[in-house]
C-alpha cells in the first residue's frame, strides 16, 4: 500500500505538472499546496470583516482613478501606479490583521506589530489601453511581500506573476522533485501563479518574479512590502531589479 505520504507527493507533482509546459517554458501554480511547496501563500481576505468583494471592488475603482498627485504619471502607454502608503483610509491594519496566521504559520513571525512595519504601499491596474502592461523580472525591497487583487475582470486573459526558482516556507515540506532542478531551457523552475480577486498572494521579497502580459480584461492590485524591524533580520536592503537579461 502506498503511504500517506508518498500519495501526497505524488498528487503535488500532479497538480503542479498537470499542465505541460506553457509558451513562456513554465508551470501552472492552481492549488494551495502546489503555491506553498514554491513559498507562495494564497489568502482568502474576503473572509475578514470590511473585505467584502463589494468593498474591494470600490477601493479599485477610487485607487485606479488619475488625480491629481499622480496625473503626470499617468500617459496611458505603461501600467497605472499609484502610491497608497499616506492614504488615510485604506484597511492597512485590518488587512495585517486578516494576514496574521499566515505569517506567524509560514514566515516565523510572533508578534507582527512588533516584528514588521509597512515600508511601502502602492496600487496597480492593468488594462488593454496600456502598451506595456509586463513588469521585468526582480525582487522586491522587503522582506515580505503582499499582492493582493482588489479586482479582476471576468475576461481577464494573462497577467499571472511568474516566479523563479522556490523559497523554503517554515513548516512546509521541501518537494525534492521541483527544489533546485532546471527546466528545459536549462534555468531555474518557472511557475505561473494567477490573481484571483479577493485573495492575496504572500511570498519573501527576495523571490524573484515578474508580471506576465495581460492579454485581455483589466485587474488592479495593491502591493504592500514590509520589512522587518530588526535590522539584523532584515534583507530589504537589497537591489531589487537583475541587472543583466535572463
Known amino acids: 500500500h502506498c503511504s500517506k505520504s508518498y500519495m501526497r507527493q505524488s498528487y503535488l507533482k500532479a497538480k503542479i505538472h498537470k499542465e505541460s509546459m506553457n509558451e513562456y517554458g513554465a508551470f501552472y501554480c492552481d492549488s494551495d499546496e502546489s503555491l506553498l511547496s514554491i513559498g507562495v501563500v494564497k489568502v482568502n481576505m474576503t473572509l475578514c470583516d470590511g473585505l467584502d468583494q463589494e468593498k474591494l471592488r470600490q477601493w479599485a475603482h477610487e485607487l485606479s482613478q488619475i488625480n491629481p498627485l499622480n496625473a503626470f504619471h499617468e500617459d496611458g502607454e505603461y501600467a497605472f501606479y499609484r502610491n497608497i502608503r499616506d492614504e488615510p483610509d485604506f484597511p492597512f491594519a485590518r488587512i495585517l490583521n486578516a494576514l496574521e496566521p499566515t505569517l506567524k504559520k509560514y514566515f516565523e513571525i510572533r508578534n507582527v506589530e512588533e516584528e514588521l512595519r509597512l515600508d511601502d504601499a502602492f496600487c496597480i491596474h492593468y488594462n488593454t489601453d496600456q502598451h506595456d502592461t509586463t513588469g521585468k523580472k526582480h525582487m522586491d525591497p522587503s522582506d515580505i511581500t503582499v499582492n493582493f487583487c ?88 537589497r537591489t531589487c531589479y537583475a541587472t543583466k537579461a535572463t
Open 150 to 237: 482588489l479586482e479582476r475582470s471576468a475576461d481577464l486573459v494573462g497577467s499571472h506573476v511568474l516566479f523563479f526558482g522556490e523559497k523554503q516556507l517554515t513548516g512546509v515540506k521541501r518537494n525534492e522533485d521541483s527544489a533546485d532542478k532546471s527546466n528545459q531551457n536549462g534555468g531555474c523552475k518557472q511557475y505561473l501563479v494567477a490573481q484571483e480577486a479577493g485573495f492575496a498572494t504572500v511570498h519573501y521579497g527576495g523571490h524573484w518574479h515578474q508580471t506576465m502580459e495581460l492579454k485581455h480584461g483589466r485587474r488592479t492590485n495593491v502591493v504592500l512590502t514590509y520589512c522587518f524591524t530588526d535590522p539584523s533580520k532584515s534583507e530589504a536592503s
